[in-house]
T-cell receptor, first 110, second 116 residues
Framework: SQQGEEDPQALSIQEGENATMNCSYK?????LQWYRQNSGRGLVHLIL?????REKHSGRLRVTLDTSKKSSSLLITASQAADTASYFC??????????FGPGTRLSVLP | GAVVSQHPSWVICKSGTSVKIECRSL??????MFWYRQFPKQSLMLMAT?????????EQGVEKDKFLINHASLTLSTLTVTSAHPEDSSFYIC????????????FGNGTRLTVT
């Protein structure tokens, strides 16, 4: 069954604006990861946040995790056209497997 | 580091033929690799977990006789789509992690399969 569910499914913003994507999941997790996929390519790992962490930063990326609500958010600040891609959250269920959400398609308009 | 190479990047084949896709970890050893299938504008669907030296673990609904997985070495897993049909046309992606679970996955660039 689907574990991660991203929201929104699609997002269009202007260059320079911030983009926020949310992810919800259903079961206990060991960690939650965010990935980016450019069209027709493989996925690139962005950030891994563990279940005992609440917030993590990497450059213009900020990820939060709320285990009580079983949700996570990815914030991209000062977006650039190169950020246009699909973003997926994936949950690691203690080594059972990685389950990917349906993704958010982000379009950053110049 | 942690580069995963997938080959070919695209392939066109006729119905009834078989196609082999390779997934290599170039600078690390991977006892476990994952194979995914992705339809346009959709998420990745895990097909199977490939285990070096043993049989692959297939997800429910994935035909093991249709999608043959071989993981003969610590750096190579192959997915063979046997007797391909147009409905098998899709984007196939492999991934691996050098550190086992609780670490990021590294993905190949995917293979676009078109069956005519």
């Amino acid at each position: 069954s689907q574990q991660g569910e991203e929201d929104p499914q699609a997002l269009s913003i202007q260059e320079g604006e911030n983009a926020t994507m949310n992810c919800s999941y259903k079961t206990s997790i060991n960690n939650l990861q965010w990935y980016r996929q450019n069209s027709g390519r493989g996925l690139v790992h962005l950030i891994l946040i563990r279940s005992n962490e609440r917030e993590k930063h990497s450059g213009r990326l900020r990820v939060t995790l709320d285990t009580s609500k079983k949700s996570s958010s990815l914030l991209i600040t000062a977006s650039q056209a190169a950020d246009t891609a699909s973003y997926f959250c994936a949950t690691d269920n203690y080594g059972q497997n990685f389950v990917f959400g349906p993704g958010t398609r982000l379009s950053v308009l110049p | 580091g942690a580069v995963v190479s997938q080959h070919p990047s695209w392939v066109i084949c006729k119905s009834g033929t078989s196609v082999k896709i390779e997934c290599r970890s170039l600078d690390f050893q991977a006892t476990t690799m994952f194979w995914y299938r992705q339809f346009p504008k959709q998420s990745l669907m895990l097909m199977a977990t490939s285990n070096e030296g043993s049989k692959a673990t297939y997800e429910q609904g994935v035909e093991k006789d249709k999608f043959l997985i071989n993981h003969a070495s610590l750096t190579l897993s192959t997915l063979t789509v046997t007797s391909a049909h147009p409905e098998d046309s899709s984007f196939y992606i492999c991934s691996a992690t050098p550190q086992g679970w609780d670490s990021p996955l590294h993905f190949g660039n995917g293979t676009r399969l078109t069956v005519t």
